[in-house]
């Protein structure tokens, strides 16, 4: 009786974990030592679970071309605000630069970075800013950085909140030390907050919303980012 306990516990964990990897029974299932379990699966499916009269219901023509490749709607939501700035931005004359800067992450305040004309409104996404460093020292790595005269000077984090959650606690000290840093060591860098969301306005939201105007003085939605545009300008 233990031998048979033991070997129904390891069976369940077992379809636990392929459960969670199909690969696993993949694997087994391609491995030739096993190639009796292959005709057993083969038979389990299409003998216990009719796959051949499933396979037959399906109309072939039509599911491949309705298939489509699922879309990572996760990031997509959380990118919607960025998006839409970087739209606003290149609709108002700045060029972004991504391409030009290749592979460069890291971007310098000598105005070496974009070899290109100076009365230009330049913009990248995704840099760090040399010296730039979060709280706990390691380097901060911008949403939108704004050039003037090809010297970074703008710096921005873009950020999206349908509900209240612990992301939006830990941006929120995040971005009040950071302001803190670069006003302190950073006169020619100024760095803004665009955030917009349905929590801004919930009660928390509005609450959260008097307590961060003490520390940033102001905050951009997007909406008021658009109507600001022009202060960003060369």
Known sequence: HLLIANFKLAVTEYVAKIQNNFGILEQRIKTEEFRDFAIRFSRYLIE???????????????????????????K??????????IKILENNGFIRVDDKLGKKTTLFLDGTDIPSAKDVNYFCTERFI????????????????????????????????????????????????????I?????????????????WLTSSGRSRYLRLIEKFGFIY???LFAKDIDRFKI
């Open 48 to 74: 216990n679970l009719n796959l051949n009269d499933v396979i037959k219901s399906v109309n072939l023509r039509d599911y491949l071309k309705n298939k489509r490749v699922p879309v990572d709607t996760k």
């Open 221 to 223: 939605n997007i909406n």
């Open 76 to 85: 997509l939501h959380g990118d919607f605000a960025k998006l839409k700035i």
């Open 183 to 199: 006003k302190t060591n950073f006169k020619s860098l100024e760095f803004y907050w665009i955030t917009d969301g349905n929590y």
């Open 130 to 181: 040399q010296g730039v460093n979060k709280p706990n020292g390691k380097p901060k790595k911008f949403d939108i950085i704004i050039f003037h005269k090809l010297i970074p000077k703008y710096l921005f984090e873009v950020n999206f909140y349908s509900t209240e959650g612990t992301k939006i606690g830990i941006n929120e000290s995040e971005y009040i030390d950071l302001l803190s840093t």
